[in-house]
């Protein structure tokens, strides 16, 4: 059994739906003893990430930015070499829809929601996700029912976002960016995708702030981000500005210079991090990194959906407490709860981390 499963959309979005990977192959060999290899068709900037993913044997990698022919000679490619019998969209593109439409794949599964899904899907399955009934991934593994594979909640780490990581490569990493092993690792990431309600980056430098308070020259602290982040940058910049020898204690790393795999294997050696309902969030998830993740209370944005996946005494999760009636987006100064985020606490996110980090 062969399986391509297109994802190429955020890099969240593609570790969410890993599950679904890993639930195929085990629930089919167990059922049939029949092997199944698994590929995903992916953006460019989830690449790296998704080749380490548990549960993925190969990894095709797609670009909605080229030109019409080139995508379409590249599918062509794609599916002369794989051959897949099995095909699933998740989310992203749909010309690989399209495609497997025309090259008869007979099983082509995945979420039918806009009009060319009911078209080019014979086994795709109706969600409202706008519900949130359950977690990301759990509506992705519920796309496997057409073939009889069910999932059931009690099982639901069994088959978690896990990245394969080489421990000595992330030792090299770490020793590479000047950060002594001796000391605790700290990242901090306040930047996001998406239209997601954000902490704000003032209340990341006060947390940073009482955390150097505490552990001093004994930690490193470091703030991750990419260029796109630079809005999320200001207000932590500015409070740093205005405490010079914090200001010289942290770190600011651009994921950008040296990529994603890289910034995961640092990530890896981390003992704390910290930031909102992001992919990075995602990946010291799925790396079992101590974190504090930072949600909105609306309900297609809330921690329900998309919270980290695996939830541990690792994990902490911090909500505003609020009443929130909004399903989508904010309704901004009409709502008596209006900039909710300010009401998750700097002393609240501290007391999380320190909870994490001593106990």
Not at 10 to 16: M, P, Q, R
Not at 33 to 53: M, N, Q, T, Y
Request: with cysteine.
């Amino acid at each position: 059994m062969k399986v391509l499963i297109n994802r190429t959309d955020a890099i969240g979005d593609c570790l969410l739906s890993t599950p679904l990977a890993r639930l195929l192959k085990s629930k089919v060999k167990e059922d049939t003893e029949k092997e199944v290899h698994i590929a995903f068709l992916v953006s460019p900037r989830s690449g790296d990430l998704i080749k380490l993913c548990e549960g993925v044997d190969q990894v095709f990698i797609y670009d909605p930015k080229w030109n019409f022919l080139k995508r379409w000679r590249f599918l062509s490619t794609v599916f002369k070499e794989f051959k897949p019998n099995h095909y699933f969209h998740l989310g992203g593109a749909f010309l690989p829809s399209f495609y497997a439409f025309l090259k008869r794949t007979p099983f082509r599964g995945g979420l039918r929601s806009k009009f060319f899904s009911f078209l080019f899907l014979n086994k795709g399955v109706r969600q409202s996700r706008s519900a949130v009934v359950m977690h990301e991934s759990e509506y992705n593994m519920a796309l496997a029912r057409p073939l009889n594979v069910n999932y059931s909640s009690h099982q639901k780490d069994s088959y978690r976002p896990l990245l394969r990581i080489d421990e000595e490569k992330a030792r090299e990493v770490r020793e590479s960016c000047g950060l002594n092993s001796q000391k605790k690792l700290f990242i901090f990431h306040p930047g996001m995708s998406g239209h997601t309600l954000n902490w704000s980056s003032r209340n990341y430098g006060r947390l940073i702030d009482r955390l150097y308070e505490k552990y001093g020259d004994h930690a490193h602290y470091v703030v991750s981000y990419t260029p796109s982040d630079g809005p999320y940058l200001e207000g932590l910049k500015d409070y740093l500005g205005q405490r010079p020898p914090l200001k010289e204690k942290v770190v600011f790393f651009d994921g950008s210079v040296e990529g994603l795999l890289h910034y995961t294997h640092l990530l890896k050696n981390c003992d704390l991090f910290v930031g909102p309902s992001t992919g990075t969030t995602h990946m010291a998830n799925a790396l079992d990194v101590p974190q504090v993740a930072l949600y909105s209370p609306i309900k297609v944005q809330s921690s329900l959906r998309w919270g980290p996946y695996h939830q541990s005494e690792k994990v902490k999760v911090l909500v505003p407490d609020v009443v929130c009636g909004e399903v989508k987006q904010c309704a901004g100064a009409s709502c008596p709860y209006y900039e909710c985020m300010a009401k998750i606490e700097v002393a609240q996110a501290f007391d999380a981390c320190i909870s994490i980090l001593e106990n």
